[in-house]
């Protein structure tokens, strides 16, 4: 059974400063790993989707990187900004593309 | 595309009674997913669609869930006699394809409370 965890659970820096969230996966075998935003109370706003074949995926600040064969993947946010604030999500598909199986999220307070 | 729309938002329901959620995916989405959450967590698997066909569903779905698409529009959500365990956040999400290579589309959920 795939388990996907996060780390860290919370993170607070203050505006401007670059960070990485951590992703980590149990079964290499997956179709693609997804990045999503989640704002308190919201459904969840798809960010950067990698496929198995990639390596990494660029979107304006952020830059996700997938390293299969170790079960890892991570988002990079350049120059971190107040908006920003909100629950990152990360999530895996299962090899037939039918399943994603999410991580617990990392909160991620940025203060002006 | 007006999204993802899931009604109601809020439901209070007393243990025992019986509750059912809407979703109400975008209109040309032939994959609709249903998803619990509970507070801290990620969203976990309950069950998916494609057109009318329900293809999967997790462990999670015990006996008293049940979900429906029926034409392959619109979906709801049955839980028969809820337990307080059932309090969560429902999320419903559609996309154009499967394998989860179109983006995923989350409704703004459906938070559940059982007293």
């Known amino acids: 059974k795939q388990e996907v965890t996060q780390i860290p659970a919370a993170l607070s820096v203050p505006e401007g400063e670059n960070l990485v969230l951590n992703c980590s996966f149990t079964?290499?075998?997956?179709?693609?790993l997804q990045w999503f935003r989640q704002d308190p109370g919201k459904g969840l706003t798809s960010l950067l989707l990698i496929q198995s074949s990639q390596r990494e995926q660029t979107s304006g600040r952020l830059n996700a990187s997938l390293d299969k064969s170790s079960g890892r993947s991570t988002l990079y946010i350049a120059a971190s900004q107040p908006g920003d604030s909100a629950t990152y999500l990360c999530a895996v598909a299962d090899n037939a593309g039918n399943m994603l199986t999410f991580g617990g999220g990392t909160r991620l307070m940025v203060k002006p | 595309d007006t999204g993802v729309s899931q009604n109601p938002r809020h439901k209070i329901t007393k243990r025992g009674q019986n509750v059912t959620f809407r979703c109400d995916p975008i209109?040309?989405?032939?994959?609709l997913y249903w998803y619990r959450q509970t507070l801290g967590q990620g969203p976990e698997f309950l069950t998916y669609?494609?057109?009318?066909?329900?293809?999967?569903k997790s462990r999670l779905l015990s006996d008293r869930f049940s979900a429906e698409r029926p034409k392959g529009s619109f979906s709801t959500l049955e839980i028969q006699r809820t337990e307080q365990g059932d309090s969560a956040m429902y999320l419903c999400a559609s996309s154009l394809t499967g394998g989860f290579s179109s983006p995923l589309h989350f409704g703004n959920g459906t938070r559940l409370t059982v007293t």
């Open positions: 079964d290499s075998a997956i179709y693609n």
């Open positions: 669609f494609q057109n009318e066909a329900q293809l999967e």
């Open positions: 209109s040309e989405h032939n994959r």
